[in-house]
Every structure is written in C-alpha cells, then in structure tokens.
C-alpha cells in the first residue's frame, strides 16, 4: 500500500456496511463526525493499516 496525502475528515464514504469508530451513519451513503471531531483517515483498499496507523472499521485506517 502506497502512503498518500491525507487531511483531516469530517465526512468520509461509506465503504462497507459499517462506519468506522468516531464516525456515524449519515444514511446517504456517507459518515460523518457530526462536526464534533476530525480524523486523518485513509481507506484500508483491502490490506493491513500501515505502521502509524490503526484499523477503525468500516474500510479505514486512522493515524495514530
């Protein structure tokens, strides 16, 4: 898995059928912090999270 560039987010899309910790179900294909936090996420694309970074469900890792 590549490192890419990645900010802060409010709102992510939603890639499985759960969203990641933090993160609540929008119901419009999307989750959101609701405004109360913002996370630096990345998509998971299938493999373990990289070092730095810790698996949060829903298809994602965040930094830890």
Do not use: F
Not at 20 to 30: I, Q
Not at 40 to 51: D, F, L, M
């Amino acid at each position: 898995m590549t490192a890419h560039p990645v900010l802060a987010q409010r709102v992510v899309p939603k890639i499985g059928t759960i969203c990641p910790m933090g993160y609540v179900d929008t119901l419009n294909g999307k989750c959101s912090t609701l405004g109360l936090m913002r996370y630096t996420v990345q998509p998971t694309g299938g493999q373990p999270c990289q070092e730095g970074w810790m698996n949060v469900g829903g298809g994602y890792c965040r930094k830890k």
